[in-house]
């Protein structure tokens, strides 16, 4: 499951011209945690746009221009929420932004800029008060912002075309095929349309019915 969440990751951000690099593909053989298996991706936007004064915690695709650089964290534990009680019971998630960890990886960019701390993550709770506490801690524990999953699959699946081959992503070419059998629909916009009111005839006649 890492490999696939982290696949969707990459493509993702390479959908949207970033540069993308991971920092190693091998596990070490020590047993001790590498402070550098902390982070999955460095990518960097070769024409990022000069960012507004605020812009949302949960990133969208719109605010993706605005980032030059960025070091991204892949959590894919796809049934899970990170509500607070569970991001409290892994703290090794924020084990990336420590001082030591985050400073080395900074290294990597070299002097043009400290990159954003990116957590790419599941779910956060729906409820306001919910939501608001995990980003609230997710703030706290010093994370810039984070993207949810269903943003990038649901981007992936749009941008992706039936008719075309995608030979070098294993990814896009299963969506490409499921989109070519009807087993992926696109978003059916009519049924968010408002309802038009019934003329009196009409109205009249279902009545008598």
């Given at each position: 499951?890492?490999?696939?969440?982290?696949?969707?990751?990459?493509?993702?951000?390479?959908?949207?011209?970033?540069?993308?690099?991971?920092?190693?593909?091998?596990?070490?053989?020590?047993?001790?945690?590498?402070?550098?298996?902390?982070?999955?991706?460095?990518v960097s936007?070769?024409?990022?746009?000069?960012?507004?004064?605020?812009?949302?915690?949960?990133?969208?695709?719109?605010?993706?221009?605005?980032?030059?650089?960025?070091?991204?964290?892949?959590?894919?534990?796809?049934?899970?929420?990170?509500?607070?009680?569970?991001?409290?019971?892994?703290?090794?998630?924020?084990?990336?932004?420590?001082?030591?960890?985050?400073?080395?990886?900074?290294?990597?960019?070299?002097?043009?800029?400290?990159?954003?701390?990116?957590?790419?993550?599941?779910?956060?709770?729906?409820?306001?008060?919910?939501?608001?506490?995990?980003?609230?801690?997710?703030?706290?524990?010093?994370i810039d912002?984070?993207?949810?999953?269903?943003?990038?699959?649901?981007?992936?699946?749009?941008?992706?075309?039936?008719?075309?081959?995608?030979?070098?992503?294993?990814?896009?070419?299963?969506?490409?095929?499921?989109?070519?059998?009807?087993?992926?629909?696109?978003?059916?916009?009519?049924?968010?349309?408002?309802?038009?009111?019934?003329?009196?005839?009409?109205?009249?006649?279902?009545?008598?019915?």
């Amino acid at each position: 499951m890492p490999a696939v969440s982290e696949m969707i990751v990459r493509e993702y951000f390479e959908l949207h011209e970033f540069l993308v690099r991971q920092h190693r593909k091998y596990i070490a053989p020590s047993r001790a945690q590498d402070e550098d298996d902390d982070i999955d991706f460095f990518v960097s936007n070769p024409h990022p746009k000069e960012p507004p004064r605020e812009w949302p915690f949960v990133l969208g695709s719109a605010e993706l221009v605005f980032i030059k650089h960025a070091i991204v964290v892949v959590k894919g534990w796809h049934t899970e929420t990170f509500s607070t009680a569970r991001l409290a019971s892994a703290p090794a998630i924020f084990r990336f932004v420590e001082p030591k960890v985050f400073q080395q990886a900074a290294k990597a960019f070299g002097p043009d800029g400290a990159p954003l701390k990116i957590l790419v993550v599941p779910a956060l709770p729906h409820a306001a008060q919910a939501r608001e506490q995990s980003i609230n801690l997710l703030r706290t524990k010093g994370i810039d912002a984070v993207i949810p999953f269903r943003t990038m699959l649901a981007e992936l699946v749009a941008e992706t075309e039936p008719n075309r081959n995608y030979q070098k992503s294993d990814l896009l070419q299963i969506i490409r095929i499921l989109k070519n059998y009807d087993l992926i629909k696109e978003p059916q916009l009519e049924l968010f349309k408002p309802r038009r009111k019934k003329t009196g005839a009409v109205a009249a006649e279902q009545s008598k019915g």
